[in-house]
């Protein structure tokens, strides 16, 4: 049987890592095996996160939202695996990717803060290969799984935090700081399954930051992710359903 290259993006989206099994990893593995890694960013191998802005800081933020979320994703019955076991613990990037990679996740949703003179939050995903550490990736099957993972959480989000923050919308690594001299950034680049960043807000910003640091906007930010993530999962498995019956 030929693969398509359309197929091998639906197989990724399935939690499974291209090449396949000869059982071409049937739709329950969305439904019985969803895993979802959450990477809660900062302290990475630059000590960084710690900067107070408007009172709080986003490691404390990401951590917090970590939290939420997977108390969320645990009462669904799907499995979760953390990039951190606890909010201080410094986790290289690479060896976030390497977590999410073992654990043959269907998701990774790395959470971070954004700083500048923006406001609102926006997904971001690899739109090009790049090169860190001696490492080239990720590959074109992960960077189309990654941008319609990015679509389909989106979708989920932003009816829940429509009234609560800007959206702005879908971006490429290449837009970041640390992607734009890489290509991509160095999770995405040793990644091998879906890969969506998720800057919730930005902290510099007094409105985003008050929100941010609040037990109910730390909540509704876990929420709309949750929202997404469903989305994602019902997405994944009707695409691989429908190609799986051709």
């Known amino acids: 049987m030929k693969i398509t290259n359309q197929f091998k993006s639906i197989l990724v989206f399935a939690g499974c890592v291209f090449p396949p099994t000869a059982a ?4 329950q593995q969305t439904k019985s095996h969803f895993v979802v890694c959450i990477d809660p ?15 709080t800081t986003e490691t404390h933020v990401d951590w917090e939202v970590a ?8 009462a669904q019955g799907i499995r979760v695996v953390l990039t951190r076991e606890i909010e201080h613990e410094v986790t290289r990037n690479k060896d976030r990717a390497l977590i999410a990679n073992g654990a043959h996740a269907s998701l ?16 971001y995903y690899p739109d ?9 990736g990720p590959s074109p099957q992960i960077i189309n799984a990654s941008e319609a993972a990015a ?12 009234r609560h923050l800007v959206c702005g919308g879908i971006r490429g690594e290449t837009k970041t700081l640390i992607g734009s001299k890489q290509g991509a950034l160095t999770g995405s680049i040793f990644s091998q399954v879906p890969v969506v960043t998720m800057e919730m807000v930005v902290l510099s910003n007094p409105k985003d930051a008050a929100f941010a640091k609040t037990d109910a906007g730390q909540s509704l930010l876990a929420q709309a992710i949750a929202a997404g993530i469903a989305v994602y999962r019902l997405k994944a498995t009707a695409s691989l359903s ?5």
Do not use: F, W
């Not at 960013?41 to 009172?55: A, K």
């Not at 429908?242 to 051709?246: Q, S």
């Open 108 to 123: 990774m949703i790395r959470l971070h803060c954004d700083a500048g003179a923006s406001t609102g939050y926006a997904l």
């Open 67 to 74: 939290m939420r979320l997977k108390k969320l994703l645990d």
């Open 41 to 55: 960013g900062h302290p990475s191998e630059v000590n960084s996160g710690y900067t107070v802005q408007n009172g």
């Open 128 to 136: 090009r290969q790049g090169t860190a550490q001696g490492k080239t």
């Open 242 to 246: 429908a190609t799986t019956l051709r």
């Open 151 to 162: 679509g389909y959480l989106l979708e989920g989000i932003k009816p829940i935090l429509q």
């Open 24 to 27: 071409l990893c049937q739709v």
